[in-house]
T-cell receptor
Framework: GENVEQHPSTLSVQEGDSAVIKCTYS??????FPWYKQELGKRPQLIID?????GEKKDQRIAVTLNKTAKHFSLHITETQPEDSAVYFC????????????FGKGTHLIIQP | ETGVTQTPRHLVMGMTNKKSLKCEQH?????MYWYKQSAKKPLELMFV???????ENNSVPSRFSPECPNSSHLFLHLHTLQPEDSALYLC?????????????FGPGTRLTVL
């Protein structure tokens, strides 16, 4: 089955700086890569996703890049703000998400004031 | 209620008890999922239901028994659980039929097995 590795497990950045979280996946058949944000005590919420036919996608301060050859994808957050502090999970799916997601272990992002 | 709801939000049970977790989605979706979230482990997919039919059982022990009576409701029946089953159980739903499906999560049930 699919295996997703995520790094780092904890990331501390100064407010206003950029943060980058990286994930690798094992199954070349995976075609859908969402990123979820989970604040303490809350449910995971989708913040951005990318499909295998796209190399990069941006939404305001958030961007995701995908390298299918290397089987890795990354989340980039620019101009970080205190409300960005949360745990971020990457995931991969072969069925476009319909068959369930395989998640990475999560990255605890801490924004230092 | 909107989105995906789960009840109860917290549950404490003994190893010999039988209990059920309930999930309801108000989004008109046709696929539902159970995930387990433990400390120091990634979110683990347990079961997938598409159009009320179970299409995936991710090697889950038989002490967990899912039920999907219709596209809006999903249950997880629990019996003779172990302390290591203590975790946050998350339900999600999506609209199968499109190429790519955003999954919407419920708030979860925090389960403690004594």
């Amino acid at each position: 089955g699919e295996n997703v590795e995520q790094h780092p497990s904890t990331l501390s950045v100064q407010e206003g700086d950029s943060a980058v979280i990286k994930c690798t996946y094992s199954d070349s058949a995976s075609n859908y890569f969402p990123w979820y944000k989970q604040e303490l005590g809350k449910r995971p919420q989708l913040i951005i996703d990318i499909r295998s036919n796209v190399g990069e996608k941006k939404d305001q301060r958030i961007a995701v890049t995908l390298n299918k050859t290397a089987k890795h994808f990354s989340l980039h957050i620019t101009e970080t703000q205190p409300e960005d502090s949360a745990v971020y999970f990457c995931a991969a799916s072969m069925g476009g998400g319909a068959d369930g997601l395989t998640f990475g272990k999560g990255t605890h992002l801490i924004i230092q004031p | 209620e909107t989105g995906v709801t789960q009840t109860p939000r917290h549950l404490v049970m003994g190893m010999t008890n039988k209990k059920s977790l309930k999930c309801e989605q108000h989004l008109g979706h046709n696929a539902m999922y159970w995930y387990k979230q433990s400390a120091k482990k990634p979110l683990e997919l347990m079961f997938v239901y598409n159009f009320k039919e179970q299409t995936e059982n991710n090697s889950v022990p038989s002490r967990f028994s899912p039920e999907c009576p219709n596209s809006s409701h999903l249950f997880l029946h629990l019996h003779t659980l172990q302390p290591e089953d203590s975790a946050l159980y998350l339900c999600a739903s999506s609209e199968r039929g499109f190429s790519y499906n955003e999954q919407f999560f419920g708030p979860g049930t925090r389960l403690t097995v004594l």
